[in-house]
């Protein structure tokens, strides 16, 4: 972003701004330069709402703009220049605004962002546009491309793109701006990036398993309680005894009688 604009921007926005100041800052973005905030028209100059909050979200003096706010615009500014259509706008005049062109002396290096999760698949098949975008946003600046990165990841893969080598893939390459590049796709071969992630071991530790039981073949092996249940020998031959005593006893009253 120009720092003219940035100036402008922190003088006209603030938490209890106007409409008509939030208006002239969305003219400004889709009417004439969309580039500084990392965003991209289409073919209609359309740009869904997420993108243009994503965007506003990354400004000091515009985090707070939300959804609400564009509703309000549409419904309450009396000469709203802004059109709607479904979950996009685009300005009703645009005249000024800046136009891609096709590069053919490009820079020796630009760099896009891509998603950790799909980091993989991209090493393999090529960078293909993401996050509902028509075209993939490169830049030759670093900080502007992890701004853009960000707003899909927080921790983005910053790829390093070679722009000779899409030419020699007959990769089109566009130019919107000062510092923003477009292309519908990036071969696996005209970018690098960092290792892959190694995968994490698991933190489980392996269960062990029970010890094994020593079996004695032919034998029987007691316990405290076969002990406790057995009768004691002299426990017996008292129990023998005792019978015999009272059996001599019966035997002898009958004999009396």
């Known amino acids: 972003m120009s720092e003219k604009f940035v100036i402008w921007g922190k003088i006209i926005m603030s938490k209890n701004q106007p409409l008509d100041q939030f208006h002239k800052t969305l003219l400004y973005m889709l009417g004439r330069r969309p580039d500084e905030f990392g965003i991209i028209p289409d073919d209609n100059g359309f740009v869904k709402i997420k993108h243009i909050l994503q965007a506003l979200n990354d400004e000091e003096g515009f985090r707070h703009i939300r959804a609400g706010n564009f509703k309000e615009l549409f419904i309450s500014h009396p000469d709203c220049q802004l059109e709607k259509k479904e979950d996009m706008i685009r300005a009703i005049d645009r005249s000024n605004l800046i136009e891609k062109q096709y590069v053919s002396n490009p820079p020796k290096l630009l760099y896009t962002c891509i998603t950790s999760k799909s980091y993989a698949s991209v090493i393999e098949n090529g960078v293909y546009p993401q996050g ?43 130019q919107l701006g000062d510092h923003i590049y477009i292309s519908d796709w990036l071969p696996e071969d005209c970018f690098s990036g960092p290792p892959l992630p ?6 489980t530790s392996p269960k062990k398993e029970a010890p094994i039981k020593e079996k004695h073949y032919g034998s029987f092996m007691m316990g405290p309680q076969d002990m406790m249940d057995e009768k004691k020998p002299y426990q017996q031959k008292h129990a023998k005894k005792s019978g015999d005593w009272k059996r001599e006893v019966r035997k002898f009253r009958k004999s009396k009688r």
């Not at 490169?138 to 000779?164: C, E, F, H, Q």
């Not at 190694?198 to 933190?203: G, I, L, N, P, V």
């Open 132 to 174: 509902g975008l028509s075209v993939i946003i490169l830049s030759d600046s670093k900080d502007m491309a992890m701004r853009i990165g960000k707003r899909r990841d927080p921790n983005p893969i910053l790829l390093t793109v070679y722009p000779n080598k899409m030419q020699a893939r007959k990769t089109n390459l566009f």
């Open 198 to 203: 190694k995968e994490k071991k698991s933190s």
